[in-house]
């Protein structure tokens, strides 16, 4: 099983079709389940808690509505996906041979172990899921060119890319939590993978959460 977080960033680019694309090509092989990101959705939220002043225990709640916005718009560009609101629909949408999309705000809405600000986005909405459905893999799927933050080609400093906003906050605590192998991808790279690459995990670059 992979979890794979989608990028919100990723929206504007011409070749998100084919990205998705890509999910539907291995859905027989591979369990994916697609964590939509905010992108231009979360910044309206942003936007309006300036403007109109309200907390950020509400704007965590609109925002992770502005996640399900983006994953209805995904839906939009490939029919081909199916959206999904908790473990039971994703693992029914698994053995259909489908791609679910997450809706999350559900399932978050009670959830006593998550931090409710925005240091709390879909990066560690991504990580906490993996530990609630039990997926060991998770990628980071975004449009920010990270190869200059790269120490060896192979591995990332999980506290570099939160310096330089790449990746939220409290990340590293729920992937540390769901003992994740977690990895950072770019469009580019994610379209050229084969299901060997899945098996032997050549997946670009490798996130390092203990460093």
Known sequence: MWVVKLGGSLACSSKL?????????????????????????????????????????????????STEQYGFFLLSKCKKLKLADDVDSVKAAFRRHEVPILLSSRMLLNARDIRRDWNFTSDSISAWFCRRIGAKNLILLKSANIKKFSETGENLRLSTLQKNNIIDRYFGVYAKRARLSAYYLKLTDWEKLTLNDFKRKRLGLKINLND
């Open 17 to 65: 079709v084919k990205c998705l694309e890509v999910f539907h090509k291995f859905r027989k092989k591979i369990n994916f389940v697609i964590i939509p990101g905010g992108g231009v959705f979360a910044d309206q939220i942003r936007f309006l808690q300036k403007k109109i002043n309200f907390n950020d225990n509400l704007a965590h709640q609109l925002a992770t509505l």
